[in-house]
């Protein structure tokens, strides 16, 4: 059976395997490799995920055989100001980090094969989201997310995958990195454009290499055509 990758996160992971997406991307990396499982939970925070998690689980891999990996991409939302238009969403930040360890300690005795993947939550583009929540841009308001409070949530969720022993993705200090990110990598502020998947892509696959899991490393599965012989075609087939 193929390895699987389980994707698990909010609106940024289940937004992935739309055109351009970076779990549609890794689909077609590890084409007949490995089957890419979309777990996305768009507007969720850790503690809903935390409760939804066995259900948001059902299916995602054969009760016998372990993924390969799962990411865990949340934050977004939990850092959500308090006092703000999302309110709702947030999670205190030591909540944060205790959600985080749960969640990583569901899939560790579920799956004890599995490597886990931390991501940490995007940096945020405050003039955006006020056109995006209001619908126009005006100086009076304020956005709901802001990047000083997504950069904390981003050191905790560093924190805590090195407290735990995971692989973890800072896409909150590496998207920054890139020249006008505020509107090159992110499209209204939080969620991303072509360029911001594509950044978002290249560390996850950089990260699965990590830990021994890369398109050279895999075998495809079944013959490929090349390899099927024109005068014997069912040879190929043979087990």
Not at 121 to 127: L, N
Request: negative net charge; hydrophobic residues 40%.
């Amino acid at each position: 059976m193929r390895p699987r990758l389980v994707l698990f996160g909010d609106s940024i992971t289940e937004q992935s395997f739309a055109a351009g997406g970076w779990g549609a991307a890794l689909a077609d990396r590890f084409a007949r490799q490995a089957d890419v499982v979309l777990r996305g939970l768009s507007g969720y925070n850790t503690r809903w995920a935390l409760e939804v998690l066995p259900r948001a689980m059902e299916g995602a891999a054969p009760a016998d055989e372990d993924p390969a990996a799962v990411t865990v991409f949340f934050g977004a939302n939990d850092a959500s100001l308090p006092d703000r238009a999302q309110a709702h969403q947030h999670v205190p930040l030591e909540e944060y980090q205790s959600n985080l360890r749960a969640i990583c300690g569901y899939f560790k005795e579920q799956w004890p094969s599995a490597s886990i993947i931390l991501i940490t939550p995007p940096p945020i583009y405050e003039p955006a989201r006020i056109r995006d929540i209001y619908g126009e841009d005006d100086p009076s308001r304020q956005a709901e997310r802001t990047n000083e409070a997504a950069g904390a949530y981003a050191q905790a969720c560093l924190a805590v995958a090195k407290e735990l022993g995971h692989a973890v993705i800072d896409i909150w200090t590496k998207m920054q990195e890139f020249s006008d990110w505020q509107t090159s990598a992110l499209s209204d502020g939080l969620h991303f454009t072509p360029t911001g998947n594509k950044i978002m892509f290249d560390e996850v696959v950089k990260t699965l290499a990590g830990i021994g899991f890369s398109h050279e490393n895999l075998p495809s599965d079944l013959p490929l055509f090349q390899e099927i012989d024109p005068m014997d075609p069912m040879k190929a087939f043979e087990v």
